[in-house]
């Protein structure tokens, strides 16, 4: 038993120390604002603010907001679809915020 709870307090230490190593701001005022420069081929500069939108408006409701550049485009689209459901996003509002997060790529 003790065995079980001394594992399950490193993995819970880990994950608190490795959580704190991202970007979190409780202030949406400091994230990344899109411009015309952000547009990409796959992300119109009305998508990302769009986006942008929608992440200030869902993300902050549960825990302090992670800067865009906390994650890897690839490990955002991996978080993205759990913190969506969580949110109540539909599909379309996912693409956009995941437009944002990875900045339209």
């Excluded at 992300?43 to 409701?61: E, I, M, P, Y």
């Excluded at 689209?77 to 915020?97: D, F, K, Q, W, Y």
């Amino acid at each position: 038993m003790s065995r079980l709870l001394l594992s399950t307090i490193s993995v819970m230490l880990l994950a608190l120390l490795f959580s704190c190593s991202k970007t979190l701001t409780a202030n949406a005022d400091s994230l990344y604002v899109p411009t015309a420069a952000d547009v990409t081929a796959n992300a119109t500069l009305a998508d990302l603010q769009a986006g942008r939108s929608l992440f200030v408006a869902n993300c902050g409701k549960c825990h302090s907001y992670y800067a865009p550049d906390s994650y890897s485009a690839a490990s955002w689209r991996n978080i993205l679809p759990n913190m969506a459901s969580r949110a109540g996003l539909s599909a379309a509002e996912t693409t956009l915020v995941t437009k944002y997060v990875t900045r339209g790529q």
